[in-house]
T-cell receptor
């Protein structure tokens, strides 16, 4: 079945460092891809999305490009801030079903130190 | 515009008891999905409701059941609670034809 694999955390960076969180997926169809962020004690917030190959999602300085050839959707940010400390989840949605079912990776914890 | 709201935010139950969690979707959304997020894990899809019917179900036993009301709000019921049911239960809503889910802050269930 469909699945999502993320790099294991925690990822610890100094403020203003470059961030990459790897995400690869397995899917039989043409999924939409998402990054969600979860701050301590809160629910999930959509960070960015891409619905077809070569699309680039971006928001709040974060970017991810839908790479069909490598089945990847890596999250990047050029300069992280302490406020970016959170858990990041990569997820996919079966584009054909569109029924609100997402398959999530296990999450990657990011810790940014001043 | 209120987002997805869930209640209660925290609750404690003992093994064998039953629990009901509630969710109101974001305004304009007609589809509700429920997820279970164990500590340190990604959310797992439980089921999804649309037009008051269960449309898709994940790999969860029949102890997990749900309901959707005419106003699109939803309930998640879990019977015969086990210690392993301790988790954050997330409700998410979606507007038909759009792939983006909006999540509530969750109900944290502890089973003792």
């Amino acid at each position: 079945g469909d699945s999502v694999t993320q790099m294991e955390g925690p990822v610890t960076l100094s403020e203003e460092a470059f961030l990459t969180i790897n995400c690869t997926y397995t899917a039989t169809g043409y999924p939409s891809l998402f990054w969600y962020v979860q701050y301590p004690g809160e629910g999930l917030q959509l960070l960015l999305k891409a619905t077809k190959a070569d699309d680039k999602g971006s928001n709040k300085g974060f970017e991810a490009t839908y790479r069909k050839e490598t089945t990847s959707f890596h999250l990047e940010k050029g300069s992280v801030q302490v406020s970016d400390s959170a858990v990041y989840f990569c997820a996919l949605s079966d584009h054909s079903s569109n029924t609100g079912k997402l398959i999530f990776g296990q999450g990657t914890t990011l810790q940014v130190k001043p | 515009d209120a987002g997805v709201t869930q209640s209660p935010t925290h609750l404690i139950k003992t093994r064998g008891q039953q629990v009901t969690l509630r969710c109101s979707p974001k305004s304009g959304h007609d589809t509700v999905s429920w997820y279970q997020q164990a500590l340190g894990q990604g959310p797992q899809f439980i089921f999804q409701y649309y037009e008051e019917e269960e449309r898709q179900r994940g790999n969860f036993p029949d102890r997990f059941s749900g309901h959707q009301f005419p106003n699109y709000s939803s309930e998640l019921n879990v019977n015969a609670l086990l210690l392993g049911d301790s988790a954050l239960y997330l409700c998410a809503s979606i507007r038909g034809g759009h792939p983006e889910l909006f999540f509530g802050e969750g109900s944290r269930l502890t089973v003792l």
